[in-house]
């Protein structure tokens, strides 16, 4: 399998934001060739394709397989196994965002749970306690946000998108009306 120049740069650049979206440059390349591959591709071409091993082919397609990003199909006639991508962009980026949130925020929510119900021995315990409610309550309303934005269809999250986008403008243009938080909002955009 051939990759013209802009599928070989999409694929490389997501290999790079793999790593910042919580799985390897290898699986994030597979990842983008499963995305903007219209039929099914199996391990012999994606390692063709890529230019890498059979070996880690298989563990990236496991891989992808764990965070739900691929489907498995079976053709006729032919034994190997082909892989597509699980869903729209919508829905990919949606099982991305949940096996994140299942992955990272939910073990701090458990742990910061936890140490909320110790009692503080001491002043700076107590202190630091605060502290930890206050990163508690925020990450708990993001999950709320979260949950909330995962329940929404991909119509009404683009609308909400576009709205969250005139929120900001309206927010600047108050800002210099009232002439309040203009250094704050001077960084929106």
Not at 6 to 19: D, K, W
Not at 53 to 63: D, H, W, Y
Not at 69 to 89: M, N, V
Not at 96 to 120: A, N, S
Request: net charge positive; no cysteine; glycine share 6%.
């Amino acid at each position: 399998m051939k990759l013209s120049n802009q599928a070989q740069a999409f694929v490389l650049h997501f290999g790079e934001m793999g790593s910042r979206w919580g799985f390897n440059r290898t699986v994030g390349q597979m990842f983008a060739l499963l995305t903007i591959h219209n039929e099914p591709v199996n391990a012999d071409q994606l390692a063709e394709a890529l230019k890498i091993s059979r070996g880690n082919v298989s563990m990236g397609l496991k891989e992808l397989q764990a965070w739900r990003l691929i489907e498995l199909h079976h053709q006729p006639g032919d034994r190997k196994d082909y892989f597509t991508a699980a869903g729209s962009i919508w829905d990919l980026a949606r099982t991305v965002f949940e096996e994140r949130r299942k992955r990272e925020l939910d073990p701090t929510l458990t742990l910061l749970r936890q140490l909320l119900l110790t009692e503080p021995r001491d002043e700076k315990e107590s202190v630091a306690q605060e502290k930890i409610q206050e990163v508690y309550s925020l990450l708990e309303m993001l999950d709320q946000f979260a949950n909330t934005l995962s329940k929404l269809d991909e119509k009404d999250l683009l609308k909400l998108m576009k709205l969250g986008s005139g929120l900001n403008k309206l927010l600047d243009l108050k800002s210099k009306a009232t002439g309040s938080g203009a250094k704050k909002n001077s960084t929106r955009k």
